[in-house]
């Protein structure tokens, strides 16, 4: 029984990642012209009266005006701020991505909360459509996965009930592990190597044309952020950049009715909490006979 739990907390890992790659999906030569822009800049309304009050001859009791604050990326189109966060996001050593994504084989939703970095090491949650939730850590070459009783039953619905009975009884609320590098993690554990996700993203133009158009200062989670707006088709997705530091990717809202979610992009460059849970593990590797 434990491979059924290995392949629904797979499929749901990979599409998150399948997610992500399609997050960036601007590249050089796609559409987004100034007349494109949907937002005029507020900079530039704000250094034509400042320049007005500049050639006037103020008087001792003139008020000096406070300078507006700049418009964030002015002078710079979509598509040249999302070539900008794709180029910081990709060449991050580490992030954490949280939200809900589809679930296109089974429908539903799948809500994943998972840090990575660059050497393969990932720690995070995963849930499907609200039916309990699995852990996961993968450090060095193991892999660690705890599964919670309702995420269990709902993953066995149309097993025999004395299986479901006998794997709950075995795998709930206990930490199980694996050799990252054996036949039944290899994929799973290959998700938490940020080198490829990231390769993934700047590798996910697929020639449709998409039009990318500014949008307006606003906040992601407290931290300032540009709105871009991705047009393909009748679809329109929403992207958040950070305008402090690097412009790194913050959020991500899909337009689609099809596919719809939302992914938060957060922990850039923060070390990944991946440690080996204490206490009694499960060592799946040794256990045979357990596959279906």
């Known amino acids: 029984m434990r491979s059924r739990a290995r392949r629904t907390a797979l499929a749901a890992l990979l599409l998150a990642a399948g997610a992500t790659a399609c997050l960036t999906g601007c590249r050089s030569g796609q559409g987004d012209t100034s007349s494109g822009d949907t937002t005029r800049s507020a900079g530039s309304t704000a250094s034509a009266a400042s320049a007005q ?21 002015t002078g710079l ?13 990709t060449e991050a050593r580490s992030l954490r991505m949280s939200g809900t994504v589809p679930d296109e084989e089974n429908g539903g939703t799948i809500k994943i909360d998972i840090a990575l970095d660059r050497r393969g090491d990932c720690a995070g949650t995963m849930g499907m459509n609200g039916q309990g939730e699995a852990e996961l850590i993968k450090t060095g070459d193991t892999l660690y996965l705890k599964y919670d009783e309702r995420f269990l039953r709902a993953q066995s619905k149309g097993e025999p009930q004395a299986d479901t009975e006998a794997l709950v009884s075995l795998l709930a609320g206990r930490w ?11 994929e799973m554990a290959g998700f938490c190597d940020l080198d490829k996700l990231l390769e993934d993203a700047g590798d996910s133009d697929d020639g449709t044309p998409t039009t990318v158009t500014r949008g307006k200062a606003t906040t992601v989670d407290g931290t300032p952020a540009f709105t871009l707006y991705e047009t393909d088709g009748s679809e329109r997705n929403t992207v958040y950049v950070a305008t402090e530091g690097k412009p790194y990717l913050l959020r991500f809202e899909s337009g689609s009715k099809q596919e719809p979610g939302a992914l938060s992009f957060t922990g850039y460059d923060e070390p990944v909490p991946a440690e080996s849970p204490s206490g009694e593990v499960l060592d799946l590797d040794g256990l045979d006979g357990m596959t279906t």
Do not use: V
């Open 176 to 186: 199980t592990k694996m050799s990252a590098g054996g036949a039944d993690a290899k």
């Open 77 to 89: 189109t979509g598509a040249q701020i999302s070539e900008r966060a794709l180029k910081a996001t």
């Open 53 to 73: 009050s500049a050639s006037a001859s103020p008087s001792a009791s003139t008020p000096t005006p406070t300078p507006t604050p700049k418009e964030p990326f």
